[in-house]
């Protein structure tokens, strides 16, 4: 088989995946509806607690809608094929163990997008957002789905069953909440936590989610924001690929 | 004589200290069956993980059609799998789940809807095309796995337990499948446990014991080896299961 008919199958088969998934887990009734209530319910959360500062919140609730959708559907999906043998299938079927992470980041990705789709409309729409840069919504959209996928796939990778990844995620995903800006402007956080706040990846998603819908920003440029991100997605992809490789070996 | 489909040389694999699979070695031929027969743990589902690229070898070589088991991308396109769990997608209809794997194998889109019917016919399944795949009883999930092994026409068909926890009906139907595809000129890997379902549908046997190759002959010639009258015998002279003691001592 030639190098690119090679390439051509792999991006089949990642396609395969990546709709099959959306259909038979990211689609379904309970997922969507979850994918919808999630954010109305944090939004919900947030205007009884602190009315006044809606908008400046925005960013940070698009940041955490995105982060558990992503996270926790990824981990869904992963784990669930474990236990029924159907990841044994992807992996003795013809895609390489890229393209079979690359499809499940994928999946959960499009799922993220979702989830991001609906807090835009809530926070546009209801709470009086506006979107002042369309273009660096849509990087920062992008680029804080794929790293929040890649993250859910790695750690689903890891265990076996979905509460050990639910709970290991909840590790992580907790202190990202209080130490990445969402709930007040990252440099308001004490000395202290700064360095640990720059350590995760959701410090970077809200920055740049806040520079395309406030047009400020509290970090860096918005490219170095967006590279940042970029390089915690690839770090992230990569581990999978060496868990998954590791696990088949 | 045509070189063999598939060919193992010394094919190991050790997990720690425990060798899985130890250095076997066996050839076959274009259209035939070779039954890998064994007790649990006999190491017969990680020799099917070692030629699907679900484990890697730590020793050994194996070329299946002709392709060295490291380019294992294409060695996955000439097998078709049906391993000893019915691990297709619970949540999709029998229609779907085929059409998933003529994706993921690559088979031409213009095709695909023919290629499924043509499938459903075979395993008898055109009725249950709409079912979801989790409402269908285990005799049926069976076959619809069957069908997802065979969708991208494969040289080599790999069953790994086939028929473990069917009734007798569905059994004897998925025998006669297998018989069929012989026919045909399918060849055949078949690892089971049931010593007659190898006896009646396989050219040769293969007998593996604790990872070891103890035996690889015909049936007929298995038994004429240890003068057994039939292959359940056989197996236990060749294995050297401690089956009439262990009867003693149960009573």
Redesign the interface.
Known sequence: MEKRELFMSELRAIYAITVKDLVAYYLKPPNLSWGIFFPVTITLIFLLVRPLDMVALAPGLIGVAVLFGTTSMAAIDVTFERRTGTLDRLIAAPISIPGLALAKILAATIFGFMMAAVMLIIVTVYLGALIINWSALLVAVSLSAFTCSAFGVLIAVGVREVFEAQTLLNFFRFPMIFLCGVFFPFTQLPVILIPFGLLLPLTYAVDLLRFSLMGTLLLYPPLISASILFGYFLILYTATILLLRNRFR | MMDPIIRVEALTKQFGHVAAVKAVTFSVQAGEVLGVLGPNGAGKTTMVHLL?????PTQGTAHIAGIDLSQI??V??Q?G?M?E?S??????SVW?NLV??A????VPRGERGHRIRAILHQVDLEDRRDMLFRRLSKGLQRRVVLAAALIHQPSILILDEPTVGLDVLSRRLLHQMIRSLHEAGTTILLMTHFIEEAETLCNRVLILNRGQQVALATPAELCQQTGASNLEDAFVTITGLPIESMLQEKG
């Open positions: 699907t690229g679900l484990l890697r991308r294409l996955k396109q097998i799998l391993p769990i691990n297709l997608y619970e949540e999709l779907r998933f794997v994706q993921l194998y690559g």
